[in-house]
């Protein structure tokens, strides 16, 4: 058996899957524990309109990535982050 340990839990390289849980457990809303997630395919963006944003600090080091959707715009995000200090949106 081929094993890889991956910060938490260990990876079977000849099967493609983990032989222990998920140390979130539950949490991770997965509710098969030794699965990597449920469906990989499931939060793709195939035309690239999705975008993501980054929050940095006063020092320029990012501490957040978050997505938004079209329906948002760098004010909403602004808004949700309103009490954070540094830049607000570093559009990628």
Same mark, same amino acid.
């Given at each position: ?16 899957? !983990?032989?222990? +849980? $998920?140390?979130? *457990?539950l949490?991770?809303r ?7 997630? /449920?469906?990989?395919n499931?939060?793709?963006d ?6 993501? !944003?980054?929050? +940095? $600090?006063?020092n *320029?080091?990012s ?9 948002? /715009?760098?004010?909403?995000v602004?808004?949700?982050h309103?009490k ?9």
């Amino acid at each position: 058996m081929s094993l890889a340990y991956n910060r938490f839990r260990y990876y079977n390289t000849e099967t493609g899957g !983990y032989i222990s +849980q $998920d140390p979130v *457990g539950l949490n991770s809303r997965e509710y098969n524990l030794y699965a990597y997630v /449920s469906d990989t395919n499931s939060i793709i963006d195939i035309f690239g309109l999705d975008w993501n !944003y980054v929050l +940095q $600090d006063a020092n *320029g080091d990012s501490y957040y990535h978050g997505r938004a959707s079209d329906n948002q /715009s760098m004010k909403d995000v602004g808004r949700r982050h309103a009490k954070t200090n540094g830049t607000d949106g570093a559009r990628f």
